[in-house]
């Protein structure tokens, strides 16, 4: 019975987030379900304590790197490379697209991927108005964005929650951590830049020329309202890079070097009165880390109650293979799972099998590639979708999930394989 009314609430829980009754957000959908299985006792507060275990340190380095890339977003730095991109390229707009895409894959890479969705889709999306593009032009650009934010995740510890967690849960170094997975990243954002540019060209091409002398953009250099918390900016970038680097021989979670580089930047900039405490507080996604615990509670019911005990024994079968099927096989297995339940949970769940199933030292890096590049195929499947497509929607290019999905089942699956193919050569 136990096992039954957790799969209930679960997918009852999935249906009113796909539903969003009167535009009821996740967090609130999923806050309700576990808090159902705590007042029907299949949830205990020592299971809460296992989860929250199991995610302070990424919770608190996304807090760090939210803060952060808010402030640095308020004094300009993002607009700052936007605008030099967009003023050089605007009337090569498919180089434009690319390149865009590329800024928000480098901002992934060293901050992480709900930054990078945070500061890149509302430059988009007043890029795209500038550009007087139609509303496929538009969406366009912000699924080169969105898609980006997400499948450039992989190279770097701090790219992704993800990465953080699966990191924490085998004890993988940074460094180790790095030299595995920066060749299959790579892979990714190439494979990202080809495929979407691909599919666009001909849509951006037909509005390539539309109202381009009437465009006109500041200068990159007036987009800085501060240059000494400017130059600091770098500075902190470089200091946060290092502590990340030398963090296992310091002891330092990466929650501390994030939040550290966040208080370094706040400081400075509350002594200029740049950074007003509450509305730097409220720019942080509070919502979106209440949806992660709590479907990560909603999600740890079912494998306490035997729900996922069929997971483990899909994984040994693909990694029982030979090397190739088995790293693209269990690759495809995690992404189908963080497509369904989210891929926070989806580590969760992913991990605990692995653990479990004690195969090939491979099977993490597949995950992680999975839960980042393969998330990709619905909309639920990340938290930095989820934000994309509430921003989006605010900026006035309304979205449907059945619209997204068409795009996330083209598009996902080739960029999924040429990571997974780049992490299968590294063997």
């Not at 999975?370 to 290019?397: C, D, E, F, H």
Request: aromatic letters at 10%; glycine letters at 8%; a positive charge.
């Amino acid at each position: 019975m136990a096992m039954i009314v957790s799969i209930l609430v679960f997918t009852g829980a999935l249906a009113l987030i796909l539903w969003k009754p009167k535009g009821l957000h996740e967090a609130f959908t999923a806050l309700a379900g576990a808090a159902v299985l705590f007042a029907l006792q299949l949830l205990k507060p020592e299971d809460a304590g296992y989860i929250w275990g199991f995610v302070w340190n990424a919770t608190f380095s996304l807090i760090g790197i939210m803060v952060f890339t808010s402030l640095l977003d308020g004094i300009g730095f993002f607009r700052w490379a936007a605008l030099h991109i967009v003023r050089r390229y605007r009337n090569r707009q498919v180089l434009l697209f690319a390149l865009l895409s590329l800024m928000t894959a480098c901002i992934t890479v060293f901050f992480n991927n709900d930054g990078a969705i945070l500061i890149m889709v509302p430059i988009v999306l007043e890029t795209t108005g500038l550009l007087r593009l139609s509303r496929g032009g538009r969406l366009a650009f912000l699924l080169g964005v969105g898609f980006m934010a997400d499948t450039a995740s992989a190279p770097l510890m701090m790219s992704n929650l993800t990465n953080i967690l699966t990191a924490d849960f085998f004890g993988i170094a940074f460094g180790e951590y790095a030299a595995s997975m920066i060749v299959p990243g790579i892979a990714a954002i190439a494979a990202t830049i080809l495929v979407l540019t691909g599919f666009f060209r001909q849509r951006i091409m037909r509005e390539e020329n539309s109202g381009e002398e009437a465009i006109l953009l500041p200068e990159p250099a007036a987009a800085i309202v501060d240059k000494g918390l400017f130059r600091l900016a770098w500075a902190v970038i470089a200091l946060m890079l290092s502590g990340y680097m030398l963090s296992e021989a310091l002891g330092l979670p990466a929650s501390a070097i994030a939040l550290g580089g966040a208080a370094l930047q706040w400081a400075a900039s509350a002594a200029k009165g740049r950074a007003p405490f509450r509305q730097t507080v409220m720019r942080a996604p509070w919502l979106i880390i209440v949806f992660a615990l709590a479907m990560n509670l909603i999600v740890y019911s079912l494998h306490v109650h035997g729900a996922a005990s069929w997971f483990p024994a899909l994984i040994a079968s693909a990694a029982n293979k030979d090397d190739l099927i088995g790293v693209i096989g269990s690759g495809l297995i995690f992404s189908l799972l963080s497509s369904v339940v989210n891929n926070l949970p989806a580590v969760l769940i992913s991990s605990l099998a692995i653990a479990q199933v004690n195969g090939p030292d491979y099977l993490p890096y597949a995950s992680l590639i999975g839960t980042s590049v393969g998330a990709k195929l619905t909309p639920i499947g990340s938290l930095a979708t989820l934000l994309w497509m509430q921003l989006v929607r605010q900026g006035g290019v309304s979205v449907s999930w059945r619209e997204y999905t068409k795009y996330g089942l083209l598009f996902t699956f080739p960029i999924l394989l040429c990571s997974l193919a780049a992490l299968y050569l590294l063997r």
